[in-house]
Nanobody, 118 residues
Framework: QVQLVESGGGLVQAGGSLRLSCVVS????????MGWYRQASGKQREWVAT???????TYAGSVKGRFTISRDSTKKTVYLQMNILKPEDTAVYYC????????????WGQGTQVTVSS
């Protein structure tokens, strides 16, 4: 079974940066598109960004220009570099296999908490 382990979250002031990591085990990482998603308290989970197996990146409008998704197939890891963070970016961040903006695994890792203070 595929395992997803997210890390790198924390508390940061508005305008700051964080880099999230997601290590994927138990699958052929290199052939799968990967996505980042987030869920703020009391809200539905939403799509943040996707990177295809070929390296094509797409972003939600709310993060475009501030966040960068990348992947390292040798480490089976997908990253999310988050810059110019805003309080509204506060959420638990998760990774998953993706098809466009939709996640395709029906389960999640533990996520990593990002809190942006104003």
């Amino acid at each position: 079974q595929v395992q997803l382990v997210e890390s790198g979250g924390g508390l940061v002031q508005a305008g700051g940066s964080l880099r999230l990591s997601c290590v994927v085990s138990g699958s052929s990482f290199s052939i799968n598109d990967m996505g980042w998603y987030r869920q703020a308290s009391g809200k539905q989970r939403e799509w943040v960004a996707t990177i295809t197996s070929g390296g094509v990146r797409t972003y939600a409008g709310s993060v475009k220009g501030r966040f960068t998704i990348s992947r390292d197939s040798t480490k089976k890891t997908v990253y999310l570099q988050m810059n110019i963070l805003k309080p509204e970016d506060t959420a638990v961040y998760y990774c998953n296999f993706a098809q466009g903006s939709r996640w395709t695994l029906n389960y999640w890792g533990q996520g990593t908490q990002v809190t942006v203070s104003s």
